[in-house]
């Protein structure tokens, strides 16, 4: 219940940034189209125009990597603003109200710690980092990197908005394996109900992929590309910095990059641990079959529906989300890095 209460309150915040497309739909679609003109306009005109002369001063690959990561952080901002009330309003709104329907909502302490502490927390990093680069740069970074810190933000968001969803998954199979506890102990199994739950989470599963499918891509696009970009700053002074800037710029830079790919990371983990959950399922179904030998037949078909109807978190098509996502961000980001360093001492 305590999920569902943290995904109203984040929904109902949400709709200042206007990802939660809660108004109406004339309405929604102006106040969509004004939020990523405000967003996406100064961080284009920053990408194409103000930062060339920073991009002069560093090498090829890394003026690509900073752009690519320009154009990632827009197409995010863009996709999240635009698709829920241009295109995806349908399967959001009925997404929504599976999700929240018949749950008593009561906000109470706890939701609003559990809300306030990461958002605290990283608009803290935010502004250390702030304070850092306007130190450096003066007034020349709220032209140059301001709005990409707001698009930044509205990613955290957005992926803890993500990981509360998933949460709700991985309590709905909960759920299920105590029903099947229950049953077991009791010695009676109800096959066509728990049929019905398997099935029903399987139908938001599939919504939840074709919804956010590519902000998740571009999530852990992003997360990778800047985990690649700050460590080679670390390793390189590459604006020449001196001393008590350069140990500003490293903490500025590792907060903000530890804060995006934490979030990051709980979103890959917490997908992993909807399958764990499914592994329990599966594993209690079998001890049921055990018990009940005239229920054989009936346990054997909900053992094939949960088979046949195993969740799969999906970014947008292109692989799968679990524990092994990691080793291969890991392998990538190991990868590029290796191919910076040579590339940096050809030149």
Known sequence: MTDHNLLRLIV????????????PKTR????????VTALVTPSALSIIYYRQPIYAKISETKSIVAMVMGTIVNAFSCYTVLAPVLCKRQQYCQLMSKLLGNHQLVYNCHTFG????PNLTYLLVALYSGYVWTDILGFGYFREYLAEAVQLYFQFYYTYFLCVIVCIFRGKYRNINLLLTEQLQNRRFFAKKMEGLVCSIKELNMIFNEFFGWPIIMIILYSSLMVLNYIDEVFNNNFGYDKKQYIGVVVANVGVAFMINVGTVTLILS?????EEVKTTLLLAYKIRQVFPNEKKNISEFINV???????FSAAGFFSINKTTLLQIIGNVTTFFIIIIQFNNKH
């Open 12 to 23: 109902t915040i949400g709709e200042f940034f206007a990802m939660t497309p809660s108004r």
């Open 271 to 275: 997908c992993d641990a909807v399958l």
């Open 306 to 312: 949960v088979l046949n109807n195993y969740p799969d």
């Open 114 to 117: 559990r809300f306030l502490a």
């Open 28 to 35: 929604a679609k102006i106040y969509a189209l004004c939020v």
